[in-house]
């Protein structure tokens, strides 16, 4: 999601021609996005990601690419860590991954340390893009109201915006921009028993810090929506993914 806004933000702020920047794709998982990037114009690109086995599944997808010298490297290292001492790069994307990172009773050391170790790779008037859901994005889903609970549990491992705009400003990195995307992460996001079916909720780690409790609390809800036939109403009236977006791209120069 927001591949085509990552590439006209890379096209208007970058010092580089598209076809000469090169990108490192921090935390890539099995390179889904790495590969609509480069189908979308991106000709020099590096993958970092903690798991082999997601790693695996990148160099199987990306092979061509990886053949032909566009992928010019993939590593495996666990965020923060960047292991690239001898490597200059003009952009570092970190998408959806940073929630991921200890959050340390909302410190956020290690969010700190992967932005100062982005700036350390980075060549002079580089860019550093971050998609990221902030606690207003994550609030705009609609299930994020059924248990007030669980959002707030869910939130603690979200930096809030104002803390990624002190460690920018930390690094030596200007916030150039924080645009909203509007938008659902899933296709079946409106879905209206998705919460009561497992194979839905774990398409999204929302639902990784609910309770039993939690989870009968949402049931109940549910259940006294549909009854009252309210439900399908109540979901439209609490989304707002669509109007006010449901990521953030942090846009920041060197």
């Not at 997601?54 to 990886?66: V, W």
């Not at 970190?94 to 991921?100: E, K």
């Not at 995307?181 to 919460?195: K, N, V, Y």
């Amino acid at each position: 999601m927001g591949v085509d806004v990552v590439m006209e933000t890379i096209k208007q702020y970058s010092n580089k021609r598209i076809k000469d920047v090169h990108l490192l794709d921090g935390g890539c998982g099995t390179g889904n996005y790495s590969k609509a990037l480069i189908q979308h114009g991106i000709c020099k690109i590096t993958m970092v990601d903690a798991s082999q086995g997601m790693l695996d599944k990148a160099i199987h997808k990306l092979s061509r690419y990886i053949e032909s010298g566009v992928v010019e490297d993939v590593k495996q290292s666990k965020l923060p860590e960047l292991p690239f001492p001898d490597t200059k790069l003009d952009v570092v994307l970190f998408s959806l991954v940073l929630h991921h990172l200890e959050s340390d009773n909302g410190n956020f050391k290690q969010l700190q340390s992967a932005v100062n170790n982005a700036s350390n790779v980075l060549v002079d008037n580089g860019l550093l893009l971050i998609i990221a859901q902030t606690h207003t994005d994550l609030c705009n889903n609609w299930y994020c109201k059924l248990n007030p609970n669980i959002t707030r549990n869910y939130c603690q491992r979200f930096a809030p915006e104002e803390v990624y705009e002190r460690y920018f400003k930390a690094a030596g990195l200007k916030l150039l921009q924080s645009i909203k995307i509007r938008g659902q992460l899933m296709a079946d996001h409106f879905r209206s028993d998705g919460p009561l079916d497992a194979s839905w909720r774990n398409c999204d780690s929302f639902w990784t810090v609910a309770s039993n409790d939690d989870m009968r609390a949402v049931e109940e809800k549910i259940k006294e929506l549909k009854d009252d036939n309210m439900l399908e109403q109540w979901i439209q009236d609490n989304d707002r993914t669509s109007e006010d977006g449901c990521i953030t791209l942090f846009v920041c120069k060197k």
